[in-house]
């Protein structure tokens, strides 16, 4: 069974930064395009990064530019490198497969407040 286990949230200043890993067990991450969602209460999950098995990115609009997809398949971990986080990027933290996600894990929460 294929699980997630996010990690690396917290409480950060307007600016500041913070690294996010997901570390996939059950499975082989290199074999899979991966994404980052997130999820603040009321509103639906939302898309906001992925990468493919070699390495191809992308990004939402509201994070291009300050935030960075990575993965290293022999840790069978991905990364979210977020930088000059904003209050609106408040939110749980989720990642999984793109294409056909299998069950969610506990997600990270990311608090941006001054």
């Given at each position: 069974?294929?699980?997630?286990?996010?990690?690396?949230?917290?409480l950060v200043q307007p600016?500041?930064?913070?690294?996010?890993?997901?570390?996939?067990?059950?499975?082989?991450?290199?074999?899979?395009?991966?994404?980052?969602?997130?999820?603040?209460?009321?509103?639906?999950?939302?898309?906001?990064?992925?990468?493919?098995?070699?390495?191809?990115?992308?990004?939402?609009?509201?994070?291009?530019?300050?935030?960075?997809?990575?993965?290293?398949?022999?840790?069978?971990?991905?990364?979210?490198?977020?930088?000059?986080?904003?209050?609106?990027?408040?939110?749980?933290?989720?990642?999984?497969?793109?294409?056909?996600?299998?069950?969610?894990?506990?997600?990270?929460?990311?608090?941006?407040?001054?």
């Open positions: 069974q294929v699980q997630f286990v996010e990690s690396g949230g917290g600016g500041g930064s913070l690294r996010l890993s997901c570390v996939m067990s059950g499975s082989s991450l290199s074999l899979y395009t991966m994404a980052w969602h997130r999820r603040t209460p009321g509103k639906e999950r939302e898309l906001v990064a992925s990468i493919g098995s070699f390495g191809t990115t992308g990004y939402a609009d509201y994070v291009q530019g300050r935030f960075t997809v990575s993965r290293d398949n022999a840790k069978n971990t991905m990364y979210l490198q977020m930088n000059n986080l904003q209050p609106e990027d408040t939110a749980v933290y989720y990642c999984n497969i793109l294409s056909v996600p299998r069950s969610w894990g506990q997600g990270t929460q990311v608090t941006v407040s001054s």
